[in-house]
């Protein structure tokens, strides 16, 4: 089944202590996507790639880091995580940027 | 700075009605439009994308249409169903390769 998965779908975690949320997908696609989804905010964009090694900033990358090492993978790293960053994630693929995107199940992060 | 719009407040209609939901845009030059749906606490689903040179397009009971002149892009649901109801989002691309996300219209559809 053609799909995006992240791990893990839930986590409560402290201050300061770093975490990695993973994203895979399995359908050979070139772009990929980190989105937070807070209350009254809507979905923004965190990070995105256009390929391997290749990422740019979406509109609030402070805090995170990503990595695509290889096409199928884009975790998503919170060196020192603060409660701002508690809300809902989504890791999202697509064919290219005239494709509709694939996003995944979500991961709900609390930083307390 | 660039924005997209879309009614926040809800929107109640009688099953077997017409749903229109209203995506309005500025200091956008998109290439191509996308509409989204999102049931609480699970990810967005695609439904429709339009390109810049397209009118309309149509997907069983959704159709799309793309005015670049007026900024605006109209979202159909005919014989709407409550299984209908769920958050629609509108998105645009932006700069570099950005796709960003209208706050969506919440759709409510009762029996």
């Known amino acids: 089944e053609a799909q995006v998965t992240q791990n893990p779908r839930y986590l409560i975690t402290v201050t300061g202590k770093k975490l990695t949320v993973t994203c895979s997908q399995n359908m050979n696609h070139e772009y990929m996507s980190w989105y937070r989804q807070d209350p009254g905010l809507g979905l923004r964009q965190i990070y995105y790639s256009m390929n391997v090694e290749v990422t740019d900033k979406g509109d609030v990358p402070e805090g995170y880091k990503v990595s695509r090492k290889e096409k199928r993978n884009f975790p998503l790293i919170l060196e020192s995580p603060s409660p701002n960053q508690t809300s809902l994630y989504f890791c999202?693929?697509?064919?290219?940027?005239?494709?509709?995107?694939?996003f995944g199940s979500g991961t709900r992060l609390t930083v307390v | 700075s660039q924005k997209i719009e879309q009614n926040s407040e809800a929107l109640n209609i009688q099953e077997g009605k017409t749903a229109t939901l209203t995506c309005n845009y500025t200091?956008?030059?998109?290439?191509?439009l996308q509409w989204y749906r999102q049931d609480p606490g699970r990810g967005p689903v695609f439904l429709l994308l339009i390109r810049e040179n397209e009118k309309e397009k149509r997907k069983e009971r959704l159709k799309v249409t793309f005015d670049t002149t007026l900024k605006q892009s109209l979202f159909h649901i005919t014989a709407s169903q409550p299984a209908d109801s769920a958050t629609y989002l509108c998105?645009?691309?932006?700069?570099?390769?950005?796709?960003?996300f209208g706050k969506g219209t919440s759709l409510l559809v009762t029996p």
């Open positions: 998105a645009l691309d932006g700069s570099g390769y950005a796709l960003n």
């Open positions: 999202a693929s697509s064919l290219s940027g005239a494709y509709g995107y694939t």
């Open positions: 200091n956008y030059s998109p290439a191509y």
